[in-house]
């Protein structure tokens, strides 16, 4: 059984460099967005295995999204080059798994697959 991924990337050109590494390795991509708006709609109808998401994207930040991951129960790894710690980041995203851009490919692996089996949360 392979495992469907959310991507949710600032960028175009993380979110297919990690789209096209996650197919490499087996993985459903069950889209690549770049705004938390597309990814939110996807979501309506879709049930990840596993998300990684940028702290800030297009059209602001990911916590709506985090929320509803969490809700459904869907892990996910934040994987940004804004740090989710200090006063000004949201508890939701500074409790989860952070990997800083940019990350190796063994690094985000571990990350997601870590997340996926519960060793990180």
Not at 20 to 37: I, P, R
Not at 51 to 73: H, N, P, S
Request: a negative charge; one cysteine or more; proline letters at 4%.
């Amino acid at each position: 059984m392979t495992s469907t991924i959310l991507i949710l990337q600032n960028e175009r050109l993380y979110a297919d460099y990690v789209e096209q590494m996650f197919v490499e390795l087996g993985f459903t991509v069950g889209g690549a967005f770049c705004t938390a708006g597309d990814a939110k709609r996807w979501l309506v109808d879709h049930e990840p295995d596993v998300a990684v998401i940028d702290a800030e994207v297009q059209d602001g930040d990911c916590i709506e999204l985090a929320r509803r991951l969490k809700a459904r129960g869907v892990p996910f790894v934040v994987y940004s080059t804004v740090t989710p710690i200090g006063k000004s980041a949201h508890p939701l995203l500074s409790t989860g798994t952070f990997l800083k851009k940019p990350a190796n490919r063994a690094a985000l692996l571990a990350s997601v697959t870590g997340v996926l089996d519960g060793s990180q949360a």
